[in-house]
């Protein structure tokens, strides 16, 4: 079975998606939801895998990882 997390992480103004404080952000918030739902994820199970995409006409971008359990 999976499940996809999915967060939306606002981005500093200049910041890209590919900057370290939104993959932290999101991978935090995404350890969180996971935690809720009583799956652990480690920090580096997180990022591995990570998908980051900007939102189209918008400073958010969203950060999704889907899990294998």
């Known amino acids: 079975m999976e499940k996809t997390y999915e967060v939306e992480v606002e981005l500093d103004a200049g910041a890209h998606v590919e900057d370290s404080k ?3 952000v999101g991978a ?3 350890q969180t939801l996971a935690a809720a739902d009583g799956h652990s994820l480690t920090d580096q199970e997180v990022l591995q895998g990570l998908h980051v995409e900007r939102v ?14």
Do not use: E, G, M, Y
């Not at 006409?57 to 899990?67: F, L």
């Open 22 to 24: 939104v993959l932290a």
């Open 56 to 69: 189209t006409d918008s400073n958010k971008c969203r950060v999704s990882k889907t899990i294998q359990f």
């Open 28 to 30: 935090a918030q995404i």
